[in-house]
Every structure is written in C-alpha cells, then in structure tokens.
C-alpha cells in the first residue's frame, strides 16, 4: 500500500482563488519532503525541498509567495497555489524520505492534478 | 550541474519482447544515487530501484534487469518478456549525495506494450 499519501487527487478551482494540496506520510516520519511539478508529457521539476519546523527551500525560479509550503509536522507538509491561474494547472506530486540519513529510500505520492478554470 | 539523459521518448513493443531503456548521468560528486521510476497512466511514481555510486553489481528482479557502468555514466533499465501491464512512463533520476536527495529526472520514456 502507498507509504505517502496525497490529497486530493484531483481538483478544479477558480482563477484566483486558492487551493492546498496535503502530502501525508504514513507509517513513518518524515522531516523532509519535497514537492514537484510535472507538466502534461514532461519531466517532473522540483519546486521546493519542505522541512519540519523551518522554511521550506525553493528552487530558483519558483515564487514563494505564490507557492506557499508549510510542514507543521513530521507527516503533513502542504503545499498551497494562492492566487491560481489556469498556467498553474498541473500534476503537483510530493515525495518523502524515510530518515535522515543519506540514502535512504524516497517514496512519492500519487499525485494531484489541478485545473484551474 | 547533474543532469539525466533519457534519449528515447517512446518506445513501442509487442507484447513477449524485450526492451531497454538507457539513461546517461552527469554529476561531479563521487557520491551519488540513481533511481528509476515507473509512473502508470494514472500519475503516480512507483519505485522500482536505487543504486548507490559505489555498487556496480548489476541487479535482477523478476523480469526487470539494471546495468550499471560508471564508466560510461550509464543506469540501463530492461524489461524482459515485456507485458502490457509495463505500459507506462520510465523516469531515471539521480540525487546528490549530503542527505537532502533532491531527485533530478530524466525527460522520461514512454513505453507501449501492445498485445
């Protein structure tokens, strides 16, 4: 059964509002997760890497404030779209470490397609 | 910088062949992960295998095979008897090594399996 859950799995809003996406690791904690974007046919990208108890660290070029990342604890991050417009719509899809140490393994959620309309 | 390259795009089978995947790396650091991912239609990213910088044995599972060649920077990912049920998207991703494990993919190939 999946190790990282994500919620939801699909979701359409409006232009401008905002929407979260919930990245879940079960069975286990997880004081990094990261979040990727992957366009229709495309390689997934990293957006940000989400800690525990700090900020989350961004990729360049991604907009921290229009990406909002909170990881208020050892199995949630969230990941929130403030502001969406139809550009954002896209598979967003988070992984997780078990661990801390080097590599240990990385498991990944199922995703979650958003369309913003 | 890393980098992977997937060169395929698609690639497309009859059922019972067989098919490889190739993936080429670029990374300065000596230490370092390689990973290959099956990603379904339906999204999500299944894992199929990681392999540290400083093993080389090639690996067998099942149906599936990994050679791995330092040598030439190369993480080869093949299907053996191929099946439908292989359809899918084939990521190979490297991380940097230090524990933060930031995957860095390839474009991805796609696989068709037809009957």
């Known amino acids: 059964g999946a190790v990282v859950s994500q919620h939801p799995s699909r979701v359409i809003c409006k232009s401008g509002t905002s929407v979260k996406i919930e990245c879940r690791s079960l069975?286990?904690?997880?004081?990094?997760m990261f979040w990727y974007r992957q366009f229709p046919k495309k390689s997934l990208m990293l957006m940000a890497t989400?800690?525990?108890?700090?900020?989350?660290?961004?990729e360049q070029g991604v907009e921290k404030d229009k990406f909002l990342i909170n990881h208020a604890s050892l199995t949630l991050s969230t990941l929130t779209v403030t502001s969406a417009h139809p550009e954002d719509s896209s598979f967003y899809i988070c992984s997780a470490k078990t661990g801390t140490g080097v590599g240990n393994t990385i498991y990944f959620g199922e995703g979650s397609w958003l369309t913003v309309v | 910088a890393q980098k992977v390259t997937q060169a395929q795009t698609e690639i497309s089978v009859v059922e019972k062949e067989d098919v490889t995947l190739d993936c080429v790396y670029e990374?300065?650091?000596?230490?370092?992960?390689l990973f290959w991912y099956k990603q379904p239609p339906s999204g999500e990213l299944v894992f199929l295998i990681r392999?540290?910088?400083?093993?080389?044995q090639n690996e067998i599972s099942g149906r599936y095979s990994w050679n791995f060649q330092k040598s030439t920077s190369s993480f080869n990912f093949t299907i053996t008897a191929s099946q439908v049920v292989d359809s899918a998207v084939y990521f190979c991703a490297l991380s940097e090594a230090g524990g933060s494990e930031k995957l860095v993919f390839g474009k991805g190939m796609k696989l068709t399996v037809n009957p």
């Open positions: 990374t300065r650091d000596t230490t370092y992960y």
């Open positions: 069975d286990f904690q997880a004081t990094t």
């Open positions: 392999r540290n910088s400083f093993d080389e």
């Open positions: 989400s800690n525990e108890g700090s900020k989350a660290t961004y």
